[in-house]
Antibody
Framework: EVQLVESGGGLVQPGGSLRLSCAAS????????MHWVREAPGKGLVWMSR????????TYADSVKGRFTISRDNDTNTLYLQMNSLRAEDTAVYHC?????????????WGQGTLVTVSS | DIQMTQSPSSLSASVGDRVTITCRAS??????LNWYQQKPREAPKLLIY???SLQSGVPSRFSGSGSGTDFTLTISSLQAEDFATYYC?????????FGQGTKVEVK
C-alpha cells in the first residue's frame, strides 16, 4: 500500500526556517517525480515544487524560488522541503504527492499534510 | 503561467442531482487536465486524469471531458459522500496550476 506521511510542521517566527519531511512507502520511491503542494487556511491548493527521481532536476513556484529547496534521499525513501526566510503568507498545510507519468503526470497519491504556521 | 479558472466557485445540490463543474485554461493544455476531490482535513484524491480517464477505484458516476482549453467534470447522480471541494489542475507544464476550487454543498 502506497503511503506518504509528512512531518516537521510547526510554529515559526517570520524570517525563520523549517524543514519538512515526507516518508514514502509501498512503492519504488526513486522511480517517481515527487511534488509539494500547499493549502493556506480557507484557500485552495497551490503547487510549490517538484523533483525528479534521482534528485537532479527541480522546479519551483515563483513565490518560493530562492527561499525553499526540495530534495530527496532515495536510500531512506524520504522527500524534503527546506523552507527559509518564512513569511506569514507561507502559513499553510503542506502536502507531498507522487506524480505518475502513465496517468498524464497526475498526482495519484497524497499525504495528509503537515501544518506550518508563520507568526510572531 | 497557465491560469486555470473553475466555475462555479460553489454550488448547492441535492442527492441524486446531476452536477457539472467547468474548468478553463488560459492556453491550450491538450488533455493534460486532472480533477481532484478534497474533503475537510483529508488529503486530495485523484478522480480523473488526462481529462477523461477514471482513476482506479473511483465510482463511475464521475466523468470528465474536454481538450484544449475547456474541460468538464460531471457527477451523474450526486451521493452523500460527494459533498466536497473539487479542483482541476493542469499537468501540461510547470508551474502545475490548480483551479480555485468548486465547493459542492448540500441544498
Amino acid at each position: 500500500e502506497v503511503q506518504l506521511v509528512e512531518s516537521g510542521g510547526g510554529l515559526v517566527q517570520p524570517g525563520g526556517s523549517l524543514r519538512l519531511s515526507c516518508a514514502a512507502s509501498g512503492f519504488t520511491f526513486s522511480s517517481y517525480w515527487m511534488h509539494w503542494v500547499r493549502e493556506a487556511p480557507g484557500k485552495g491548493l497551490v503547487w510549490m515544487s517538484r523533483i525528479n527521481g534521482d534528485g537532479s532536476s527541480t522546479t519551483y513556484a515563483d513565490s518560493v524560488k530562492g527561499r525553499f529547496t526540495i530534495s530527496r534521499d532515495n536510500d531512506t525513501n524520504t522527500l524534503y522541503l527546506q523552507m527559509n526566510s518564512l513569511r506569514a503568507e507561507d502559513t499553510a498545510v503542506y502536502h507531498c504527492a507522487r506524480e505518475v507519468a502513465a496517468t498524464g503526470r497526475s498526482l495519484d497519491y497524497w499525504g495528509q499534510g503537515t501544518l506550518v504556521t508563520v507568526s510572531s | 503561467d497557465i491560469q486555470m479558472t473553475q466555475s462555479p466557485s460553489s454550488l448547492s445540490a441535492s442527492v441524486g442531482d446531476r452536477v457539472t463543474i467547468t474548468c478553463r485554461a488560459s492556453q491550450s493544455i491538450s488533455n493534460y487536465l486532472n480533477w481532484y476531490q478534497q474533503k475537510p482535513r483529508e488529503a486530495p484524491k485523484l478522480l480523473i486524469y488526462a481529462a477523461s480517464s477514471l482513476q482506479s477505484g473511483v465510482p463511475s458516476r464521475f466523468s470528465g471531458s474536454g481538450s484544449g482549453t475547456d474541460f468538464t467534470l460531471t457527477i451523474s447522480s450526486l451521493q452523500a459522500e460527494d459533498f466536497a471541494t473539487y479542483y482541476c489542475q493542469q499537468s501540461y507544464t510547470t508551474p502545475r496550476t490548480f483551479g480555485q476550487g468548486t465547493k459542492v454543498e448540500v441544498k
